[in-house]
């Protein structure tokens, strides 16, 4: 079951093939005997999951159902579930229970999906490896030695890994796309607003965005149609109707106008992801797309503006984080400005510290106006990058990651850890959408191609990584423990 | 060497929303502690805030009410700090780009002169939560109930050159948010409170004195003590040869001083940033022309009405004018009896007087203003005179009758006009009062007049009072001076 694709195992429980219990008590084995190894989960809802999938099944079998009824899923642990610890990797929300969905959870399970559990992650979303997390690093299912990618390590390894057929992911710097890149799997970040926010806990609120991790951008596309649209709960979401995003799945790509950012193949670049993603261009070509070099000239301000935006926010969304109303408390506070302290220095991790000290500095008086002020100047410029680039072409096409995933351990240096974002932090920058889609295996890891669309064009990326993968079978490919423990 | 008080308001508002600024709990004041905090008031991970449109309609209103500028765009920015009750580590405010742009307020002081105060701004907030010090075994109780209630920060420009003036001004804001219905203005309660920024200067000079901020002066008479307290500590201090420093002082009432609460060095560095959860707050002209044409009459226009059109003193104008529950008892008294005059003095007079001795207001009055009303037309038509009125006003505050009629009716209140009658009642008078008489006759002419008052009030109380006294006297005096 494990290898089918979410599209595959919805066409099987409707067929009576097997029953939503029987798939589910499938996943719940398989994290059972696999995910000791992996790592790729914070909470198991077993128990909760099978009550769920026998609800299903009874309301299959009373003709009571959608597409996606029966169908098991992994939650990202940053969404917040009623009644189920979501830590967000940290520490500080050890014994955090909320009394609320977050809507993502809330229209997922209106939809009769069934949630196996929270997936591990960087500690507030803070990491490009999953290593950050006060739940210990998740393994990539692909090579054991080497790191998920992150933040959204855990939802991107439990599907690698057949541990679940898709997953929640976010979305704040690359943190769906880098992961589903090192994992071999499709990962969608849509457009800043298309899903709310609501109940995700804030990293960096002008960058975070929802989308779904699964085998194949038709996957993606179903996840989409259930996640996707206004929520009076987010002042930020969009209030802009939601297409079937299934329906432009098969729209032939000839005349495809794909542009590639000279910026996105230059220095730093493993030859290896270059040749894949240049292969993958062929394979366009091949279907009538035409292919020109185009250019995003503030390509190499997006981090430095990223690193300040995104903590500067940050410094302000974890300030919530106090010892006093939830979350961790340290022993015997002799005052409030202790109790602070000590909760905060005990609750938080060392990258999670580290982005708080920089956003609380850049805010600063005296240094507001030459680091906020000029990122968001340069955020603006980098937008009008990708607007520029979106009238010349439909889509952008390059690298989600300068390399496959790399060995844990290996990236000591923040800054050179913060650099494995070069391609996917612009794009949240500019709020507009992205995906990553598998597109070969060097040295027995996965690499990534990433498409860009403009604002709101999700059904058309999710088109044309469609196609790719009736073309190409990267996508199905598993890796090695996905078998072993079937 | 002569000085000069420098003062500057600022007023927080307590909008009137039924739920809070970013979320849907309610407002109600005096709920059990933490029993109208949602979990977007308790800043849980994961919730989001939503603007209150009515909030945002209210701050508008005030806006036009003052002639402000109302800001097409305005953004709400969050001011970081930590403290118990402040659930988020920060307050969402608006910092850089406030709704209410400059704008202007008309005050009048007690000696019946105006001024014009400038308003620098106001903006939208929200309130944090309350800490309770006592009866936590030496912990802090924290209730958030009033985290998140909507506040409109209203903040002048430095125009007010004494605490008269500074009251004024506050009582001013006060009665523009009540006519405007956007805050019950309770400063008791909370819902009105101020914090004034005081400053010297040597009379004559321009550049302006070290400021200190007073935090939290919560009524008109702790303005005026907290401004006279501070101007003379300031005055001391300069005049002893010391300076004024930058810093946020507290007013004691019980103690009646101002004392020291952190220097400018100590200042929190807020961080202010846009809030990226809110979207700018944009508005067009549509949507003002609708709200400016759902504006009342407010306190300036209507003192000026009641002066041209109503004939009353600048005085009695602003005073019934100052807030909208009396001016509209005042109006609705004046519409029954149809004089403005007599409407005036008894709602200031005899009203006003009756109302304070039981500590209620105008709104709690025990007599209607139809009551009070139908009451005055009976005076003005001579049913009764002004002493059976008086009578007739403590029956009806007592509730022993519906209206004035019927009291009038069965306390035989009707004033005598028969001159018959009266007549005989001033005869009867004279008749029992022989030695009186004789003193009249004996006085000095000019002595008279005063001597004739013990005979009206003998034919008062044989009348029980209903004798018309015009009528009474100018029979008296013509039969007492025949008797010469």
């Known amino acids: ?486 | 060497m002569q000085w000069e008080t420098v003062i500057g308001l600022e007023v927080h508002v307590q909008l009137a929303t039924r739920s809070k600024i970013f979320s849907g709990a309610s407002t109600a004041f005096g709920a059990e502690p933490n029993t109208q905090a949602c979990a977007v008031d308790l800043g849980l991970p994961g919730t989001l805030p939503v603007l209150n449109e009515q909030a945002v309609a209210m701050a508008v209103q005030f806006g036009l009410a003052v002639h402000s500028d109302i800001a097409e765009v305005s953004v709400f920015d969050r001011k970081n700090y930590f403290y118990a009750d402040l659930p988020k580590g920060y307050q969402t405010s608006q910092m850089y780009h406030p709704i209410v742009g400059p704008g202007e307020v008309e005050i009048t002081l007690e000696d019946g002169t105006s001024k014009r105060i400038r308003i620098h701004h106001a903006h939208l907030e929200e309130d944090a939560g309350k800490s309770l010090h006592e009866d936590f075994m030496g912990m802090t109780g924290i209730d958030l109930n009033r985290a998140g209630t909507p506040l409109l920060e209203i903040v002048s420009e430095p125009d007010m050159r004494n605490a008269k003036e500074a009251a004024a001004y506050l009582k001013a804001i006060h009665s523009i948010v009540t006519y405007l219905g956007i805050s019950d203005g309770n400063m008791a309660e909370g819902s009105m409170r101020c914090d004034v920024n005081v400053s010297v200067r040597p009379k004559g000079q321009e550049a302006f004195g070290t400021r200190a901020e007073i935090k939290n002066v919560n009524s008109f008479r702790f303005v005026e003590r907290a401004i006279a307290f501070e101007v003379e500590r300031q005055i001391e201090l300069i005049e002893d040869g010391g300076t004024v420093v930058q810093e946020t002082r507290l007013f004691d009432p019980e103690r009646d001083e101002t004392r020291s609460m952190r220097t400018k060095e100590e200042a929190n560095d807020y961080r202010y940033f846009p809030c990226p959860d809110l979207l700018p707050v944009v508005l067009d002209e549509a949507y003002l022309d609708h709200l400016r044409s759902q504006l009342p009459e407010l306190p300036a226009d209507k003192r000026e009405r009641f002066q041209s059109e109503l004939g009353l003193s600048a005085y009695d104008a602003s005073v019934l004018s100052a807030s909208r529950e009396m001016a509209e008892f005042f109006e609705e008294v004046h519409h029954v009896c149809g004089d403005a005059k007599q409407a005036a003095n008894w709602v200031q007079g005899e009203l006003s007087g009756a109302l304070n001795r039981e500590n209620l207001s105008i709104t709690n009055s025990p007599i209607s203003a139809r009551q009070l009303g139908e009451l005055l037309s009976r005076v003005l038509d001579d049913t009764i005179n002004g002493k059976a009125a008086k009578q007739v006003f403590q029956a009806l505050w007592n509730g022993q009758g519906e209206n004035a009629d019927e009291i009038i009716e069965t306390k035989g209140l009707k004033q005598v006009t028969d001159t018959g009658a009266i007549e005989a009642m001033i005869d009867q008078a004279i008749a029992e009062s022989p030695a009186q008489v004789a003193q009249y006759r004996d006085a000095e002419p000019d002595k008279r007049g005063k001597m004739i008052g013990y005979f009206v009030g003998q034919v008062m109380k044989a009348s029980r009072g209903t004798a018309n006294p015009q009528q009474v006297n100018g029979v008296l005096k013509a039969k007492l001076d025949a008797l010469l």
Request: hydrophobic share 40%; aromatic share 8%; glycine share 10%.
């Open chain 1, 1 to 486: 079951m494990h290898d089918k694709t979410l599209t595959q195992l919805a066409a099987s429980l409707k067929s009576g093939e097997f029953s939503s219990r029987e798939l589910t008590s499938h996943y719940l084995r398989k994290i059972e005997k696999a995910d000791g190894t992996l790592n790729s989960f914070i909470t198991v809802t077993g128990e909760q999951a099978l009550n769920q999938a026998e609800a299903a099944d009874k309301a299959r079998a009373a003709g009571d159902t959608g597409l996606l009824t029966g169908i098991p899923l992994a939650l990202k642990d940053i969404f917040c579930t009623r009644d189920v610890k979501t830590s967000c990797g940290s520490k500080m929300l050890d014994n955090f229970i909320a009394p609320y969905n977050a809507t993502v959870v809330e229209k997922l399970s209106a939809a009769g999906t069934i949630s196996l559990g929270k997936t591990n992650m960087d500690e507030f979303a803070m990491g490009s490896s999953n290593e950050n997390s006060h739940y210990g690093a998740v393994k990539n299912p692909w090579d054991l030695k080497a790191v998920p990618g992150g933040s959204s390590g855990g939802s991107a390894a439990a599907v690698a890994a057949g541990l679940a057929p898709a997953a929640m992911g976010t979305d704040t710097g690359g943190s769906i796309r880098q992961p589903a890149a090192f994992c071999g799997i499709t990962g969608l970040k849509p457009t800043y607003g298309r899903v709310s926010r609501y109940g995700m806990i804030a990293y960096a609120s002008s960058l975070d965005q929802a989308g779904p991790m699964a085998r194949s951008a038709e996957d993606c596309a179903h996840l989409m149609n259930v996640i996707a649209g206004h929520d009076v709960r987010d002042s930020t979401s969009v209030a802009r109707g939601v297409p079937d995003y299934t329906e432009s799945l098969n729209a032939p790509l000839s005349g495809l106008k794909i542009g590639l950012p000279k910026e996105y193949f230059g220095d730093g670049l493993a030859p290896e992801v270059e040749k894949s993603v240049r292969d993958a261009v062929k394979v366009y070509e091949s279907m009538g797309a035409t292919v020109r070099e185009v250019s995003l000239p503030h390509t190499h301000y997006a981090i430095p503006a990223y690193y300040v935006i995104a903590p500067a926010e940050a410094s302000s969304n974890l300030s919530r984080f106090d010892g006093v109303r939830f979350g961790h408390r340290c022993q015997d506070p002799v005052d409030l400005m202790d109790l602070y302290k000590r909760s905060r220095a005990e609750g938080f991790g060392e990258e999670v510290k580290r982005r708080i000290l920089i956003g609380t500095h850049t805010l600063s008086e005296g240094f507001f106006d030459a680091y906020y002020t000029k990122a968001q100047k340069v955020r603006r410029l980098i937008r009008q990058d990708f607007l520029d680039a979106f009238e010349e072409v439909d889509v952008l096409m390059g690298p989600a990651a300068p390399t496959p995933a790399f060995d844990l351990g290996a990236k000591k240096d923040p800054v050179s850890m913060y650099l494995q974002d070069i391609y996917t932090i612009a794009v949240n920058l500019a709020g507009i959408p992205g995906i990553s889609v598998p597109a070969g295996l060097a040295g027995g890891r996965p690499i990534g191609l990433q498409i860009l669309g403009t604002h709101f064009a999700e059904a058309q990326l999710l088109n044309v990584a469609h196609q790719y993968q009736q073309a190409t079978d990267w996508h199905l490919q598993l890796p090695a423990i996905a078998e072993e423990n079937a």
